[in-house]
């Protein structure tokens, strides 16, 4: 006889099992996803590796590996590219394409010239972030050279274009490696080079829509970047040898030369090449004879003024700001503000091409920012800058100012120790021991300097050394007088 069937026995629930079921599955989903992020990470770390341990590395492996990069980090980057100007973006994928291609073919120094150039440019220019990080990736340069060219070619692969501009880099370096840099393949390389910008050019020109217009643009900013690549290798092997046989001529040893070209790399081609003549003519004690020191101090006095042309321009317009950063009455306020703000226009960008009176655009203040420009555009129609605005622009002009100075510095004191290591008077190449930092104007005469001031409820007598100029530039820090 069949048993009753036993309703007390525990039977699933359907809803139960399946919930019980679903979680089971989650589970195990989730760690098949935290060993295949694990996995990427490990084959990350090890392309990473070896990509840095590959000098030799193209553009398709910064590409490949560049896929690997968390998602997060890619899209700051090109988040911050978008943000450019499409001019700017143009800029930053040929300084790229440049430092890549300097590195790479064993030439840091130009890399490092190049990015010196650039972040000073960034920083006259107000994009302080920019040229921070301009001046980092020259330190990496300095400190490790295959680093800096995969960390390049990385940042490069994630930008839009990046990889193309890689990839011509690469095709240039390979054809010039190929021909082992000799003078006639370069110069056909140059002449293809020219042929292939020409017709990049002629595309543009003779484009018919929009897609052909991309497609031409495109295929110019190529061409722009294989060229420059070219161009500088060139110029650095041409220069080289002529350097070397202006050397030869001399009746320098390799050695000697060798030895002289190593400290003088940074020198302008000219001076380089009157610096050759000093060692050719120097005597047992180094120094060289005193009737050829006014020709050579001449000469390092035109390096002097070439190599500083950019801060002299940044310390005029900055002493003009000095001059009408505090009008005396309202009827000045007008020419000053006009003059203070386009002053500083000439500071951010010393080759802007906006002209006193006329409007600020893209075209002639490309280097500087659209609030500047608004600005000044705004006192042209009438506009007035509040005292606290006159206050920020000259702070801001002085550390504009104060950056273009560290340059200076670095400029002097390199031609100053290879002058003096000569016998050369240092004096009669820079005038003045130190550069002289711009000053407000001195007090209009009848209004003397009071010789003491209250300052927070004490009382401070001017120091016997202290200048007029520095006594009244004192005082006015401090809000004594205006």
Do not use: H
């Amino acid at each position: 006889m069949a048993q009753p069937f036993d309703y007390g026995v525990n039977i699933p629930d359907p809803a139960q099992a399946f919930t019980q079921a679903y979680q089971m599955g989650t589970v195990i989903t989730q760690q098949r996803l935290a060993q295949e992020e694990a996995q990427k990470k490990q084959l990350l770390q090890t392309e990473l590796a070896n990509l840095y341990k590959n000098p030799n590395a193209t553009a398709t492996d910064y590409a490949r590996v560049a896929a690997f990069l968390p998602k997060e980090q890619a899209a700051i980057v090109q988040q911050g590219f978008e943000r450019k100007t499409k001019e700017q973006q143009q800029t930053d994928l040929l300084m790229g394409g440049q430092v890549y291609s300097a590195i790479k073919a064993g030439s840091p120094d130009i890399a490092e010239r190049l990015l010196t150039e650039k972040a000073t440019a960034l920083r006259n220019s107000g994009r302080e972030n920019e040229a921070k990080a301009a001046e980092n990736a020259l330190e990496l340069i300095k400190l490790k050279p295959e680093l800096a060219q995969a960390t390049i070619g990385l940042y490069m692969a994630k930008l839009p274009g990046g990889t193309e501009f890689l990839t011509n880099a690469d095709k240039a370096l390979a054809t010039i490696r190929a021909e082992e840099l000799q003078p006639a393949a370069l110069k056909r390389a140059l002449a293809e080079a020219d042929k292939a910008l020409a017709d990049a050019i002629t595309a543009q020109e003779t484009a018919k829509n929009a897609p052909e217009k991309a497609a031409a643009d495109a295929q110019r900013a190529t061409a722009e970047a294989a060229k420059a690549a070219i161009d500088a290798k060139y110029e650095e092997q041409i220069k080289l040898a002529d350097l070397e046989q202006k050397a030869a001529a001399l009746g320098l040893t390799r050695a000697q030369t060798n030895q002289v070209l190593a400290q003088i790399r940074k020198l302008g081609v000219e001076t380089q090449k009157a610096v050759l003549e000093l060692e050719a003519s120097k005597t047992p004690n180094g120094t060289i004879p005193e009737e050829k020191r006014p020709d050579a101090e001449a000469k390092f006095r035109r390096e002097y003024s070439d190599q500083t042309k950019g801060y002299q321009d940044v310390k005029s317009a900055y002493g003009r700001i000095l001059a009408v950063s505090k009008p005396k009455t309202p009827d000045e306020e007008a020419a000053a503000d006009l003059a203070l703000v386009f002053n500083f226009i000439k500071m951010q960008d010393p080759g802007s091409t906006v002209n006193s009176g006329e409007f600020a655009n893209a075209q002639n203040a490309a280097g500087v920012p659209d609030r500047i420009t608004n600005q000044y555009n705004k006192l042209l129609t009438g506009a007035r800058l509040s005292p606290s605005q006159r206050n920020a622009f000259t702070g801001q002009a002085k550390n504009l100012y104060e950056s273009a100075g560290q340059q200076e510095a670095i400029v002097r004191k390199g031609i100053e120790r290879i002058a003096r290591g000569y016998g050369l008077n240092s004096q009669n190449i820079f005038y003045t021991p130190t550069e002289i930092t711009p000053t407000p104007p001195a007090p209009p005469p009848g209004q003397p300097l009071p010789a003491s001031a209250t300052i927070k409820g004490k009382t401070y007598s001017r120091p016997a050394t202290f200048s007029d100029v520095q006594w009244r530039n004192y005082l006015i820090a401090e809000g004594v007088i205006k």
